[in-house]
């Protein structure tokens, strides 16, 4: 039995013909599930009862399970159990233009970026659509406060999991779905070239991320072992073509990591690397943990890096420190779940 939130509206429209039923079945299945968010099929009052029956045998609506919120200041950290007993993690970041909301894409990354703690856990699987629009809803629930924004940065690789994250896009982005605008939402990717080919041609006004963190191949090789398939010249490459067809402004996530990648050498490369891209780089502070031996930038470090990006004509920004003390790094909360700390 597959979970309705895991349904795309044109998913439903089929559905509804393959059953002889009018297609406008469908905008009143999406209005009572993210309008009204029923949590019952049988509650969906204008829908007549032969159909009720149908959908209940065919879908579940069942949740999440939450095991733990960590809250610090503007920033909730949740972690869910999946149907399988898996564990994902989001987070949810108060700012001053609204709420953003860290999701998940996978169990686990097979990427292996050095510095990440989800990517320590290999992954087991990925996540269904539903499984990720759930992060939302239940989210949305418990804090009786509007999600505005969504970045696919938590645990995965999204355009490891393509398929199901232009689905969970089509569905929180679809007016009579969740409604978040396309330009409210963010995804991240370490550098898969050829899913980068393929989301330039789906015409969507959604935001794209590129986790770069190093301004040449041997630092890249080094800490970021997909570069090695696609290495920084092919990646930049694509990244051109990528603005140029869709019109759309980069974001270069660097990492800032304590005498690895935080010198004005690389502050130097970077900037060349990326001279006369369309483009602004997001300069984050490092999420320490017990796992991993890189440390953090000092502010003083991360400052002159900023201001040498800034003089070279590098539009860049220095992202706000959110919940260290919430096991805010990327898969922490979840690991030390299953250490049982």
């Known amino acids: 039995m597959e979970n ?30 993210y309008k009204k968010r029923v949590k019952s099929f049988s509650l969906m009052s204008n829908i007549k009862k ?15 399970k939450v095991l733990r919120v960590l809250e610090d200041v503007d920033v909730k950290k949740y972690l869910f159990e999946l149907y399988d007993g898996e564990k994902i993690e989001a987070v949810l970041m108060n700012h001053d233009y609204g709420n953003s909301l860290c999701v998940s894409t996978q169990v686990g990354c097979n990427m292996g970026c050095k510095f990440c703690e989800s990517g320590r856990l290999k992954k087991r699987r990925n996540l269904e659509t539903y499984e990720m629009v759930l992060q939302i809803l239940m989210i949305e629930e418990l804090t009786k406060e509007r999600i505005s924004h969504v970045v696919l940065m938590g ?32 995804i991240s990717t370490c550098g898969i070239i050829p899913k980068i080919k393929e989301f330039m041609n789906e015409n969507l006004q959604v935001n794209l991320a590129i986790s770069l963190h190093a301004p040449n191949d041997s630092l890249r090789n080094e800490i970021m072992p997909i570069n090695r398939a696609y290495p920084l010249k092919e990646l930049i490459s694509v990244l051109k073509e990528y603005v140029e067809r869709t019109h759309r402004r980069l974001t270069f996530e660097y990492i800032m990591l304590k ?12 900037s060349k690397l990326l001279k006369n891209i369309n483009c602004y780089v997001n300069l984050i502070p490092y999420n320490e943990t017990s796992h991993i031996e890189f440390k953090k930038s000092s502010q003083d470090t991360i400052l002159k890096f ?36």
């Open 4 to 33: 309705i939130y895991g349904k795309t509206y044109n998913d439903l429209k089929e559905y509804f013909l393959s059953i002889n039923e009018k297609s406008f079945k469908a905008t009143q299945v999406f209005d009572w599930l």
């Open 50 to 64: 032969d159909i009720i029956n149908k959908l209940e045998e065919e879908f579940n609506m069942e949740p999440l």
């Open 155 to 186: 645990i995965g690789e999204p355009f490891d999991n393509y398929i199901n994250v232009m689905k969970f896009i089509n569905i929180i982005n679809h007016p009579n779905g969740i409604a978040i605008g396309a330009r409210h939402i963010t």
């Open 259 to 270: 005498d690895v990648n935080d010198t004005k050498e690389c502050a130097l490369e970077l």
């Open 306 to 341: 900023y201001d040498i990006l800034k003089k070279e004509g590098i539009g860049v920004t220095i992202r706000r420190e959110f919940g260290s003390k919430v096991k805010a790094a990327c898969g922490q909360l979840r690991s030390h779940y299953e250490e049982g700390k």
